[in-house]
């Protein structure tokens, strides 16, 4: 998981325009929209979600209050993003069981 942490360190760095940073200037589990982490704002908020669909094809809601604990640090958007693709994993296994089979 920590190649992913550093591979959205970057993506971050790169779609926020964050040119004064790098990745190991960002804690894993520093808060992304707090004064004491990052500092990120709302629209810093909305164009991570955007990324995190584009690159991870993550479906987001928006008014989701858990959208927010998974928006807290570099830590839990690992944390979501390794959920999601070990879901879709489990979700494709029937489709090539079936496939198999066939």
Do not use: C, W
Not at 15 to 28: G, N, R, S
Not at 46 to 52: M, N, Q
Not at 64 to 80: G, Y
């Amino acid at each position: 998981m920590d190649s992913l942490k550093l591979e959205l360190k970057k993506l971050l760095i790169e779609a926020l325009d964050l040119e004064d940073l790098t990745p190991a200037d960002i804690d894993d589990n520093a808060p992304l929209f707090d004064t004491d982490g990052i500092g990120l704002d709302s629209i810093d908020a909305l164009e991570i979600g955007i990324v995190l669909r584009n690159h991870y094809h993550l479906s987001l809601a928006a008014n989701d209050e858990r959208t927010r604990e998974h928006f807290r640090s570099i830590e839990t958007l690992a944390a979501l993003i390794a959920s999601q693709r070990e879901h879709e994993k489990i979700t494709s296994m029937p489709n090539e069981l079936e496939q198999k089979g066939a």
